[in-house]
């Protein structure tokens, strides 16, 4: 019984990672280029905040309030409407993004909404 569960590890891990890539990674990756800036950029972890905090035209020092805990649930969620807002998005679409990202992110890369720059 042991060995059948665990055949099925390998398959799991495979299929989650393809759903990541596809449901997470690409859009985010999109959603880059769409606002001019590089998607590879996703890939470097702090580099990536801060590209992020140019796309939402917030200071790169909002990367340290990043790490204080529970403040960062505040600019985190802060940040998401900013980025919703950005892409001409209104409150139930941060909402989304918050609690439902793997829907919400495909709708945002793959979709036809633009970077509103200003």
């Known amino acids: 019984m042991l060995d059948l569960i665990s055949m099925g590890g390998p398959q799991i891990i495979s299929i989650s990672l393809i759903f ?13 280029k769409k606002s001019n800036q590089p998607g590879w ?11 992020f905090l ?3 035209n917030k ?7 990043f790490c204080i805990p529970l403040i960062n649930l505040i600019f985190l969620v802060w940040s998401t409407a900013l ?13 989304g ?11 945002l890369g793959y979709g036809s909404s633009k970077y509103e720059s200003s």
């Open 20 to 32: 990541s890539v596809f449901l997470i990674l690409i859009p985010w990756w999109k959603i880059y």
């Open 41 to 51: 950029s996703i890939f470097i972890p702090i580099y990536s905040t801060i590209v």
């Open 54 to 56: 140019r796309i939402i």
């Open 59 to 65: 200071p790169w020092y909002w990367f340290i309030l």
């Open 83 to 95: 980025l919703s807002k950005k892409f001409g998005k209104d409150l139930g679409f941060t909402i």
């Open 97 to 107: 993004l918050l609690l439902l990202p793997f829907i919400f992110l495909p709708i």
